[in-house]
């Protein structure tokens, strides 16, 4: 908080549940039809990304929109615009330095979750290694590298509101911490219950830890998705789901409290379950949207180039929707001088919006719009 604690209001106030997790049961009844919804709503996205020609298409996409409403959930506004931009001007060992710090923390973000799937990848467990990892890149940089980034917390944290100056919640403390984070990573590595469940559980114990100082709520949802992924609900790392808690943010939270405050551990899963079906019948769409695209966009692009480098150039701007000229005559594969000739071709055709035009050193800036106007819902 920003104030000094005592300038707080403690009546509406719920402390973290020592000694409760994991619960002992669920009603299992109540979670019947929500589970199955969600294993049949996650089984029906999954397919359809093994499906696609190419599920790279989604991942920019759909990791650049969980950061920016991850973020925008902790209060920090950027669009997918920006990080994309930000992307494009991004060198191997080299970023802009002109970039908002709201814009920052978002790449961050998705840094962080690209690094965290890579790990998992290369077959690491989730961990707290890996979470400290993650965490210590989310806040390496900007506004959050005073706040330790990568280290738990040393002092009591707390949940609630700087406008009302109300607490609503008290993590558990520091010195109780790192037995129980030891004790969560085993439970989220285990098979105590059933693969969503475990997921469901292990998010609202991580929150209700808060082990860092800053940026909980976006590793605990990063963590959601790579934990999909690690247990086999998903076969690629991309199903997203910060939207629906954003969407439903009061519940969400109130959701989560409710666990310590009353126990209510099978009405937080039955929510956390609608998320996951929700979420990925509109990752769904998304997904059928690009792929209609691109689909539609192969005659298009195959006429305004007549070249045998078309698909490359299609896959090239599919996976990179805003892009520096020179990223794509350099990276694309393509031959430069046939490169530079495409893309200009592309641009006098209208498939490229000119964001910004070549100026000294800097090459021109490319919008792919039909793309980007179904990444932006």
């Known amino acids: 908080m920003r104030l000094p604690i005592d300038r707080y209001n403690f009546d509406d106030n719920v402390t973290y549940h020592y000694g409760e997790f994991p619960p002992t049961s669920l009603d299992y009844e109540k979670l019947f039809v929500p589970m199955g919804n969600a294993c049949a709503a996650l089984a029906r996205y999954d397919q359809t990304l093994q499906a696609l020609p190419n599920s790279d298409f989604l991942v920019t996409p759909l990791r650049g929109q969980e950061a920016v409403v991850s973020s925008r959930m902790e209060g920090t506004i950027s669009t997918i615009d920006e990080v994309l931009r930000y992307e494009a001007d991004t060198n191997d060992d080299e970023a802009p330095s002109n970039v908002r710090l709201e814009t920052l923390e978002v790449v961050l973000y998705a840094a ?205 701007i599919f996976k990179n929707p805003i892009f520096r000229n020179a990223r794509f005559t350099g990276r694309s594969g393509i031959p430069k001088p046939t490169a530079i000739r495409l893309s200009r071709a592309l641009v006098e055709e209208g498939l490229l919006l000119e964001l910004e035009p070549a100026a000294g050193n800097r090459s021109a800036l490319f919008e792919f719009e039909p793309l980007m106007r179904i990444i932006r819902t």
């Open 112 to 316: 962080a979750l690209k690094r965290a799937q890579q790990s998992l990848s290369s077959g690491y467990p989730i961990s707290e290694h890996l979470i400290r990892s993650a965490h210590n890149t989310l806040l390496g940089l900007g506004r959050g590298a005073q706040k330790k980034p990568g280290e738990y917390k040393t002092e009591q944290n707390y949940i609630g509101d700087d406008v009302s100056r109300q607490i609503s919640f008290t993590p558990i403390s520091p010195e109780q911490l790192e037995p129980a984070m030891a004790s969560l990573m085993e439970f989220t590595n285990s098979g105590q219950f059933p693969p969503l469940l475990n997921i469901a559980l292990s998010h609202v114990e991580f929150e209700a830890l808060h082990p860092f100082n800053d940026g909980n709520g976006r590793i605990g949802r990063m963590l959601i998705t790579l934990a999909l992924w690690k247990k086999g609900l998903i076969s690629e790392p991309h199903f997203y789901i910060s939207a629906f808690f954003e969407e439903n943010k009061a519940e969400y939270i109130e959701r989560m409290r409710q666990v310590s405050a009353s126990g209510d551990w099978t009405g937080w899963c039955g929510f956390f379950l609608e998320a996951v079906a929700s979420q990925a019948e509109q990752n769904l769409k998304t997904a059928l949207a690009i792929t209609t695209l691109y689909e539609d966009m192969k005659d298009v692009f195959r006429e305004a180039l007549n070249s045998q480098w078309t698909l490359q150039a299609q896959d090239f």
